[in-house]
């Protein structure tokens, strides 16, 4: 994910700029740039890689006196991680540095060119900077022309721009992504798009709001929403760097878990457009001569693959079928050209998700990748990427990363269907209507953290723990006892709820936890049976559902919904707490726990 710095001082302003950049290096990021103002004059820096190269391209280069300063580490959404998509962009007099997806780029882009304005760049960013210059010949002042860009602008920003016109000023800008000001008693300003580079620096911050645009510069501060002056407010920032990456929360997983509504606004945001799914990155003739979905994935991206097979066959109506890509590698699969192979990984660099798509690219057959990183070894291998812009993860146990990746493959699986015409445009409609709302079901409800925190006290001991649900519920509970296992480190499986008495029933006792999804819009009635089965045989269980149920030991409510998947979103994010609030009792590493990596680059 993306990150902003800025500065107004006498400091030197590119040590300080670097040194907030590196703040933010957990974000991660694929290169980076800074842009200083210094007597009427700017001068910009960019690179690729590391900030060690940009600290390399700027070594001969010193800003000391009053000036201003503007810092970026980028990760690529609209094109490729190049120095020309790096920013800052700039115009004639501006430098801007982005955060965001501008959603509304094309038009004012086409508008822009027919203007006589030639783009250098692939991103969306581009246009911002163009625009405030269009505006410049038309305006009073910049300050004009920067409100009437930023008004004309859909999506997500958190902006930073400064101009030869204003020197001394940053014009700064926040929508949907996070931007804070901060201040000390030497008259400094800092700009962080987190408190962490802020920390050390400046004594107070505010908080920017969504819609909030102004100007600042050493003497004052103007602050708008709408046209209309508002007041900032500031307040003291504490001053551990740690907690700050971790925004207020005790670990990097509880931060991922809470990020998860606004990572699906970013992994949707530009690829709905007038009630149609647009994924731009997806060659035209992909789907052509295509009857088939081989999907190919480890852990947590398998859960995901699994459920995306429901979702493909029920949608796209195009036969769909999941396997272990370890498994994959050694079967002398059977492969035909008329299947459409692809692999989901978060890293993009599991070995053996990777080894997989080069069997499957070998064999002649068309690939896509499902994947968090851009330039990443599986994207760069793949035909196709659908980036599912979860941004870094840090938790060893993936979270946000699973949540994009099924809201990916659902739009995938309504995009297809679009294409193929598999299903009514009524039907159509009603998916696209719930994937546009759907990252507000994944706003985390304090009242059922705390439930759960308290709940958890009870799951320390027994022989075990059964996860059960039934149809793309299943491959949730799979995913909720993997979750448990990994940070908790106690005896967890996932299971349909329709197969317990094919065996694992046997296992059931009062010291057997059972976890059960039971949402009211799959298979109510038919799971309900199975966990009254389990409930006969006295087993402990803990109920997930909107209805009440009285055979359940513990009872999670959750919201009626008319939609399945706001039911399975609702219901992931019940059992990662569940899975952190036990492994924080139990004193566990939860965000690096024992035996495992993040990234698992060996078979
Ligand atoms: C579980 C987890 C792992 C990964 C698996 C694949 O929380 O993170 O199971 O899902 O190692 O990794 P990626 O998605 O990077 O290919």
Not at 478 to 486: I, S
Not at 544 to 549: G, N
């Amino acid at each position: 994910m993306c990150g902003i710095v800025g500065y107004i001082g006498k400091k030197e302003k590119k040590e300080l700029i670097l040194s907030a950049l590196k703040e933010l290096e957990y974000r991660g990021y694929d290169s980076a740039g800074i842009a200083v103002m210094k007597d009427g004059r700017i001068d910009a820096f960019k690179a690729i890689g590391k900030l060690g190269n940009l600290e390399k391209k700027t070594k001969d280069f010193t800003s000391h006196n009053e000036g201003a300063a503007i810092g970026h580490t980028r990760w690529a959404t609209h094109g490729k991680p190049t120095e020309i998509n790096a920013h800052p962009h700039f115009g004639e007099h501006s430098y801007i540095v982005h955060n965001g997806i501008i959603e509304n780029y094309r038009e004012i882009k086409e508008a822009l060119i027919k203007e006589g304005i030639t783009f250098l760049s692939q991103t969306d960013t581009e246009v911002a900077v163009y625009l405030f210059e269009y505006n410049l010949k038309n305006s009073k002042n910049a300050f004009e022309a920067f409100e009437k860009t930023i008004l004309s602008l859909k999506g997500a920003y958190a902006i930073l721009l400064i101009t030869t016109t204003a020197p001394d000023s940053i014009f700064f800008a926040k929508n949907a992504a996070p931007l804070i000001v901060g201040k000390n008693d030497e008259g400094e300003i800092f700009f962080g798009s987190s408190d962490a580079p802020l920390i050390g620096h400046a004594k107070e911050v505010c908080y920017l709001e969504d819609g909030q645009y102004g100007v600042l510069n050493k003497n004052e501060i103007l602050l708008y929403a709408d046209r209309k002056k508002v007041l900032p407010v500031f307040k003291d920032l504490p001053q551990d760097k740690s907690y700050a990456q971790k925004e207020g929360f005790r670990f990097f997983m509880e931060k991922e878990i809470y990020e998860q509504s606004r990572v699906l606004g970013e992994t949707l945001m530009g690829r709905i457009k007038n009630n149609e799914i647009v994924l731009e990155e997806l060659d035209e003739h992909l789907f052509e001569g295509i009857s088939a979905v081989k999907i190919c994935a480890c852990g947590t991206s398998f859960h995901a693959g699994l459920a995306a097979g429901y979702l493909f066959e029920r949608f796209a109506k195009i036969r769909t079928d999941i396997i272990i890509a370890s498994e994959f590698r050694y079967k002398e699969p059977l492969l035909t050209k008329d299947t459409l192979f692809v692999v989901i990984s978060q890293s993009g660099e599991t070995a053996d998700t990777l080894e997989a798509l080069k069997i499957a690219k070998n064999a002649g057959l068309k690939t896509l990748a499902i994947c968090n990183v851009d330039n990443s070894s599986i994207v760069r291998l793949a035909d196709s990427t659908i980036l599912t812009r979860a941004g870094i993860e840090k938790g060893v146990a993936s979270t946000k990363a699973f949540a994009t990746q099924v809201a990916t493959l659902w739009l995938l699986a309504i995009f297809i269907a679009q294409k193929q015409k598999s299903v009514s445009k009524e039907r159509l409609e009603s998916e696209i209507d719930t994937l546009l709302k759907i990252p507000s079901s994944l706003i985390v409800d304090n009242a059922t953290h705390e439930k759960i925190k308290r709940l958890s006290k009870r799951y320390l001991h027994g022989h075990g723990f059964f996860f059960i649900g039934r149809d793309i519920f299943y491959p949730l509970a799979l995913e909720g006892a993997l979750k448990l296992k990994e940070i908790s480190y106690l005896h967890a499986e996932g299971y349909p709820a329709g197969e317990m008495k094919h065996g694992p029933i046997a296992l059931v006792d009062s010291k057997l936890f059972t976890v059960a999804l039971l949402p009211k819009t799959m298979l109510y009635d038919k799971t309900k049976n199975n966990i009254e089965e389990l409930s006969a045989r006295d087993a402990t269980i803990l109920v997930i559902s909107p209805e009440r149920f009285e055979l359940a030991d513990d009872f999670i409510k959750t919201q009626h919904s008319t939609h399945v998947m706001n039911e399975f979103f609702e219901m992931m994010i019940i059992l990662q707490l569940l899975a952190l609030e036990i492994a924080v009792r139990l004193g566990n590493d939860v965000d690096m726990p024992r035996n495992l990596a993040k990234s698992v680059t060996v078979e």
